[in-house]
Every structure is written in structure tokens, then in C-alpha cells.
């Protein structure tokens, strides 16, 4: 009889969130880009695929280094501290698996993203997680946190805050471990603790194209961090982690920057337009750094919400938990799309 390791028979599988295979659907739950990526991303794509897909035949390179020279020049840093990721997912886990043991402690924020729970358990790691105040801090946090990482979602999700430098400094200083600063929605706002890891040495960024630069499709993600830490993830990778495709792709979203802040720009409109027009009509809508917002009904039934939108075939994220107030997590689409999310919100009596 075949026999799993007991962590893993006892875990639940993690799930991500439905994408509906049939067209129609107005997709706001897992925080993907409405827009298109660059054209330039595109037409890297196609000129991989010269020659009859000639160069598929070929390995791609194992060191990613044209796409981490594009990002170590962006970040101002040398090639050394950055490592580019089949998604940011690969880089949690292996944060995970280069350093903590079965057993060892791995510490989060709850709520946040629930895959680092399932990343743990995979490991045997004993997950602990800490409450937010109201002013966007950890409850409780130990002056000296002896877990072997601690994942700080910042901005946060589901809420959409980030937390500044200074508490962020300060925190790397109360850790006795990693302090992974999972930056996937850092983008959508003006604050990021990359400039940390220089002087942090325990200090790991972690960012994802699936956001910002609308590549959810590709899988793709970077850390930025001393280069030990690289070292280390680069240990323990898959050696030809990122196909072909997605390392042209990664360079060339990275290298247009002026595309990423239109979409941003414009991403970040729509959001302080439908939030202001949630609150009009009485909604609690935590103030966002991303490109969602986090929304409480007036009559706190959050799953009316989402059963009403989706019986438009408005797909939103909803939360049972709690600590959450029964919210719904609205992923910003083009302004169409909220036009008409917000045109069913409003039949609601
Ligand atoms: N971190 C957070 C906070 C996220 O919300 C997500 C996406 N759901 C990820 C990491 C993973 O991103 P990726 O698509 O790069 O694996």
C-alpha cells in the first residue's frame, strides 16, 4: 500500500479562484489586469517563435540572465540579488523549502493570502499567524520572532494597505528569520521596501508579473535579495523553471515601463471612482493601494453580493471568515465593466 507523508495526506488542496471556461463572464476575483500586456511583450513572444518555432526545439537559458540584467538594472542592483520565478508562488515556496524544516515556524497575517498556509503544510512547517490592528500594524508581533519566515503581504490583501518602511525596517529587525516582503500589488501604489534589502539582510522582495504588467497567463514572478539568499533559491529551483516564452516576455514587460504605469494610471482611476461610488450608496470600502478594493454591504450581507453578481455572471471574491465582515474583494476591470458591476449594486434595494 502506498503511504504519504502524514503532513501532506492530513492537508487540505488549495484552490484557486474559478475561472469559467465559457466567454461572458466579467472575471473580478483574482485580481488580474483588464488590459492586454505591452505590445512589446507581444511581439517578443512572436519573434521567439520565428522559423516555424525553430528555437522551442532548444533548452532555454537555465540562468534567466537577460531577464534578471533587465530587472537588476530597473531596481538599481547587481544581477546577483535578483532571481526570476515560474510565477511569485515558486518563489514562496521555495523561501519555504531553502528555510524552514518540517516543524520549524512559518508566520503570516491572517487574513492574507491563504496559499502560504498550504506552502507550510507541504513542508511540515508549523504555520502561526498574527491579526492586523486598525492602523494597518501586526498584533502582537514578539520583539523577537523566532519563526524561520515570515510572509508580510504588502500592500495587504485582501484590504489593500501597505505598510510603510519604517515599520517594515522595523520588523526585519524584530526577525530572527526571512522576512518576505510579497510585493504582488506594490505597483498600484508609490511605497516599496526594495530599497530595504540593502540594508536588511534578511529581507527578501518577491514581486509577480500577473498583476501590473498582465501576465497572470505566463507565470512569472522576481525576488530581490542578497546574494546568499539568491544562492539558495537558485539551489533548490527547477533548473529550467521559465520556458523560452515567458523569459522574452518577462524582459520585455519589464523594459516598458511607460506602458505599466498607463495601465496602472488607469487601473488605479477606475478604482477611486468605483470606490467613491460604493460609498455613496452606503458601502464600508477600505481604503486600497491595489488593484482591488475590499468592500463591506450596508446590510453586511456579502453573500448577496456575490450571489447577485453572479447571477449577472459578475464573478467577485467573498469571504466568510469572520475577521473579514462578510466582505466582497472586487477586482478592478476596465471601466465598462464596473460600470455595469456597479449598475447591478445599484438594483439592490
Ligand atoms: N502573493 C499574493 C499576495 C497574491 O495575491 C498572489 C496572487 N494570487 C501571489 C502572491 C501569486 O502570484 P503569482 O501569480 O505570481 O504566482
Sequence with gaps: MITLRKNIAAMDRYVPGFQPEETGWIKLNTN??????????????????????????????????????????????????????????ELLNNLIRAFADAGDEVGF?????????????????KVVTFGLTADTKIADFPDSYRGKVFFLTSPNAPLGLGFDNTYISELA????????????????????????????????????????????????????????????LDKIRDHYHLDRLALVAAAAALKDQPYLRSTVAKICATRDWFSAELRQRGYHVHPSQTNYIFA???????????????????????????????GTRISMGTREEMEKTLAVLSELD
Design 32 to 89: 488580474e489586469n483588464p488590459y492586454p500586456p505591452s505590445p512589446k511583450v507581444v511581439e517578443a513572444i512572436q519573434a521567439e517563435l520565428v522559423n516555424g518555432g525553430e528555437n522551442l526545439r532548444k533548452y532555454p537559458d537555465a540562468g534567466s540572465k537577460e531577464a534578471r540584467r533587465v530587472a537588476a538594472e530597473l531596481y538599481g542592483v547587481d544581477p546577483s540579488w535578483v532571481i526570476m520565478a515560474n510565477g511569485s508562488d
Design 109 to 125: 497575517v491572517h487574513p492574507s493570502y491563504s496559499y502560504y498556509s498550504t506552502l507550510a503544510h507541504i513542508q511540515g512547517a
Design 173 to 232: 529587525d524584530r526577525c530572527r528569520g526571512v522576512l518576505v516582503v510579497d510585493e504582488a500589488y506594490v505597483d498600484f501604489t508609490n511605497t516599496s521596501a526594495m530599497e530595504l534589502v540593502k540594508k536588511h539582510e534578511n529581507i527578501v522582495v518577491t514581486r509577480t508579473f500577473s498583476k501590473s504588467y498582465s501576465l497572470a497567463g505566463m507565470r512569472l514572478g522576481l525576488a530581490v535579495a542578497r546574494p546568499e539568499v539568491i544562492a539558495a
Design 296 to 326: 463591506e454591504a450596508p446590510d453586511g450581507d456579502g453573500k448577496r453580493i456575490y450571489d447577485t453578481l453572479f447571477a449577472h455572471k459578475i464573478l467577485v471574491r467573498y469571504f466568510s471568515d469572520p475577521l473579514l465582515a462578510s
